[in-house]
């Protein structure tokens, strides 16, 4: 595994003009965690909707947003089949209150049309519409889980910029591991966070996602330096291991944790849960 991850050259890719530095949670809100990845495929959305249904069943509210404004598929993983989306409230079609609908699993989601060229680039009027909508529904949860997309589009970061905690979701392949690099750099110096957690996904071996992250820690080490002065830290949140009932429940349309709650992948996302209980939702004593 020691080839994983190899030091990327000092340069980095220029990033999008059009991100924020990270707006501070309503006071009393939602806990708002930006659910990213360097590059697509590696299970981002299907790792948000199945956190949310742990945090659910934990007792928490939780929204999940889909933040990816341009290929939205979060209705695919859950099967839901909206008739109003995000795009008809930007468009003042239909209300917030008509648009927020329950998931199987408990949690209310917030769908995103796809295909929706208009949404691909962060004019003024897409950040001020999101933004409005994010301030008007932190008030009513606990969590909000914003699914974004993925890689470092201005729209990805500026969706990013709204959460107060970032959860990186990567598996071993070395690509998704050179575009996680890239994401974590940019978040790093444009939006100048000093930590992100990360999640791995597929992981073959148990402790194969802690040796990653130390991998990659090394990395940001040697190249990324915070406003602070300080590496970038990675905090390592679990592993989701290999699964074949992963595949089974996406195939099927229907939240892992629902359909086999037993299995490994299953409950590998519930401990993921409770650390994100324990370390982000309870209050200090």
Excluded: W
């Excluded at 981002?44 to 933040?67: I, M």
């Excluded at 330096?225 to 590496?231: A, C, I, K, M, V």
């Excluded at 679990?238 to 892992?256: F, H, T, W």
């Amino acid at each position: 595994m020691s080839d994983a991850l190899s030091p990327p050259p000092p340069t980095s890719p220029a990033a999008p003009a059009g991100s924020a530095t990270p707006h501070a949670p309503s006071p009393g809100g939602a806990r708002i965690i930006a659910v990213t990845s360097g590059k697509g495929g590696v299970g981002k959305t299907f790792v948000s909707a199945n956190l949310a249904a742990a945090l659910t069943r934990r007792g928490q509210r939780v929204l999940v947003l889909d933040a990816d404004l341009g290929l939205a598929n979060l209705d695919v993983v859950l099967n839901l089949h909206p008739k109003i989306t995000l795009h008809d409230v930007f468009t003042g079609k239909a209300t917030l209150e008509d648009a927020v609908i329950q998931a199987p699993g408990g949690f209310d989601v917030l769908l995103a049309g796809s295909g929706m060229v208009e949404y691909s680039r962060l004019t003024p009027e897409v950040r001020n519409q999101f933004l409005s909508v994010i301030q008007a529904l932190t008030p009513q949860y606990d969590v909000v889980l914003l699914d974004t997309g993925a890689g470092i589009s201005d729209v990805v970061l500026f969706s990013i910029s709204l959460a107060s905690e970032v959860l990186i979701v990567a598996t071993p392949e070395p690509t998704s591991l050179t575009d996680a690099y890239a994401a974590i750099k940019v978040l790093a110096m444009q939006q100048k966070r000093q930590h992100v957690r990360m999640v791995i996904n597929q992981a073959a071996r148990p402790g194969d996602g802690r040796a990653i992250t130390s991998q990659l820690q090394q990395v940001l080490d040697r190249f990324v330096t915070t406003e602070s002065g300080r590496p970038m830290r990675l905090i390592h949140m679990g592993d989701i291991p290999a699964d074949p009932s992963v595949r089974d429940a996406v195939m099927r349309r229907q939240l892992l944790l629902l359909q086999t709650p037993g299995c490994p992948a299953a409950l590998a996302i519930a401990q993921l849960a409770n650390k994100i209980e324990t370390t982000l939702l309870t209050p200090a004593a």
